[in-house]
């Protein structure tokens, strides 16, 4: 099993409409997790940290689910810029890195 | 402020060269990382240092890839006898410290091995 999971997609989204994703992690003593977005052929960049309470940035809210070891996203009324691979960071404790899943794709169509 | 910088930008070499990449991070940034990143395929981790700590070697493919970073500054990363299935994106990413903060990226080195 892979340490972190991600649906691959795409997720073919209507502009205007919801759309929510998981991420699964292996590793229960995991501590920090973080979603990042990348267009195609640029950078990760980060798109926000995930806090146990959850918490929301805009159209944008992100989940923990530490009994079911899981983060969640959900953009809300999607639109057509959010088009991108979202990936999913999990700290593991062992070693002390950052591990990436390998990204949900979302596109949004007029 | 000045974001990571990742020289050179494009590489293409003949297999078996040996070719060396760049990353200067963020000024301050203690953690540096390395991936990888093939066409349509999530980041790879090669190799990840933390301030004078020996650093986790644990993602490099081969003993051909080796990394080195001076201080908290600048970090070099080679690839010997390169092959075909080296080519890929070569990113690198620095942070404040260890892994609760934030990773910032460079824009990457995309090398093709012909």
């Known amino acids: 099993r892979k340490e972190v999971e991600q649906d691959p997609g795409p997720f073919n989204v209507p502009e205007g409409a919801t759309v929510a994703f998981n991420c699964t992690y292996s590793?229960?003593?995991?501590?920090?997790f973080f979603w990042y977005r990348q267009d195609c052929r640029k950078e990760p960049k980060l798109l926000m940290s995930?806090?146990?309470s959850g918490n929301e940035d805009g159209r944008f809210t992100a989940q923990l689910n530490r009994a079911s070891q899981y983060i969640s996203l959900l953009i809300r009324d999607s639109k057509l810029s959010d088009s991108a691979t979202y990936l999913c960071?999990?700290?593991?404790?062992?070693?002390?890195?950052?591990?990436f899943g390998g990204g949900t794709r979302v596109l949004v169509k007029p | 402020g000045a974001g990571v910088s990742q020289s050179p930008s494009n590489k293409v070499t003949e297999k078996g060269k040996d070719v060396e990449l760049r990353c200067d991070p963020i000024?301050?940034?203690?953690?540096l990382y390395w991936y990888r990143q093939s066409l349509g395929q999530g980041l790879e981790f090669l190799i990840y240092?933390?301030?004078?700590?020996?650093?986790?070697k644990s993602g490099l493919p081969s003993d051909r890839f080796s990394a080195e970073r001076t201080g908290e500054s600048v970090s070099t990363l080679t690839i010997q006898r390169t092959q075909q299935e080296d080519s890929a994106v070569y990113l690198c990413?620095?942070?404040?410290?260890?892994?609760?903060?934030?990773?910032?990226f460079g824009p990457g080195t995309r090398l093709t091995v012909l």
């Open positions: 590793n229960s003593a995991s501590q920090s």
């Open positions: 995930v806090y146990s």
């Open positions: 240092f933390q301030g004078n700590s020996a650093p986790d």
């Open positions: 000024s301050g940034h203690t953690a």
């Open positions: 990413a620095s942070s404040a410290q260890a892994t609760y903060n934030e990773q910032f």
């Open positions: 960071v999990v700290n593991l404790p062992a070693g002390n890195k950052l591990t």
